[in-house]
């Protein structure tokens, strides 16, 4: 069996060695640099790992896993530009380095490379696997669609949430454990409920990510602290928030996020105020553990040995106090 260190090590070595059209070097700079600048690789290391559950020989699952990478780096390339957001672990995103029209077509590259990757499945799988991942593509782009309107959506209710970040964020993780399962072996039930796994840790995953846009350590999290806020995106954290403030607190929280002109670090500071007066972070907290207990008990139902389960449990364990 392999340890997260190792798998992590296979998927970075398999991106270095991507092979590139280099006619236009100028399209291809900034996917190498959006890959090279780190990022967990939780998604790849998921999918070799899933793939170790069923089998030792994991060599067939490699490409497909860095594919998983190059495609998710793709939907951030993208998703900053939306944003406006100058920094991705700790160095300035794509666009803010070249520019929006470099970045978008950098992007675009980005997703038929990823695709290239794909073609290296093992005949016998790869229907299923492309299956399985074009639909978990399709998905992020309604998540990330849902996440725009919810721009301009004065009200947001928790289920709508949650189910955008299922589909924004979730479903990928979700796809690349059930890709990895498919390529070793899985029989379809197994593979269904890691794809349960991955979808309750990516839910919980990205519930994490909302509260560490706040009270993350700057360093560690490689953004910019309240930068959700800044950019008035709307979080679980806001969504809870309006639910249960006051009226007095509601009516604050609109004049903060509707506000025009504003110093970002006051911003941040009054939002954070009723947030702590509300119990935000306890509840926020309590939500991700809730995921990450359900992703436990479905990985518990896998029909393989508790000892081959070990390194993913391992995993997941390491997920639920990440960057504190």
Not at 61 to 68: F, K, L, Q, R, S
Not at 159 to 164: G, L, W
């Amino acid at each position: 069996m392999y340890n997260q260190c190792q798998l992590k090590d296979l998927v970075d070595k398999a991106i270095v060695n991507l092979s590139y059209n280099t006619e236009a070097e100028k399209l291809i700079d900034p996917v190498k640099y959006i890959l090279s600048i780190g990022g967990k690789r939780l998604r790849p290391v998921l999918t070799l790992m899933a793939c170790n559950l069923f089998n030792d020989k994991i060599d067939e699952a490699v490409i497909p896993a860095a594919g998983i990478e190059v495609f998710h780096n793709f939907t951030l390339v993208h998703d900053d530009i939306m944003d406006k957001a100058p920094v991705r672990r700790n160095f300035p995103t794509v666009h803010s380095k070249w520019n929006i029209n470099q970045a978008v077509l950098s992007g675009d590259v980005m997703a038929f490379i990823a695709n290239d990757c794909f073609l290296q499945t093992p005949p016998r799988h790869m229907v299923k696997v492309f299956k399985v991942f074009n639909k978990a593509a399709v998905e992020v782009c309604i998540g990330q669609q849902l996440d725009i309107d919810f721009e301009k959506a004065t009200i947001v209710l928790q289920e709508e949430y949650i189910r955008m970040i299922e589909l924004k964020t979730a479903v990928l993780v979700a796809a690349s454990v059930k890709i990895g399962a498919i390529i070793g072996g899985a029989d379809d039930r197994d593979a269904e409920l890691l794809y349960e796994f991955g979808r309750n840790i990516g839910l919980a995953f990205q519930i994490q990510d909302d509260l560490l846009d706040i009270y993350g350590d700057v360093k560690v999290f490689g953004k910019i602290a309240g930068g959700d806020i800044i950019s008035n995106k709307k979080t679980f954290l806001l969504v809870k928030a309006l639910e249960i403030a006051s009226e007095e607190q509601h009516k604050h929280l609109h004049e903060l996020f509707s506000a025009k002109d504003f110093d970002p670090d006051e911003k941040v500071k009054k939002v954070v105020e009723i947030y702590d007066k509300l119990n935000i972070k306890n509840i926020t907290e309590r939500l991700a553990n809730d995921y990450f207990s359900s992703a436990f008990i479905l990985l518990e139902k896998i029909g393989i040995d508790k000892e081959r389960k070990k390194e993913l449990a391992l995993m997941a364990n390491s997920l639920i106090g990440r960057n504190k």
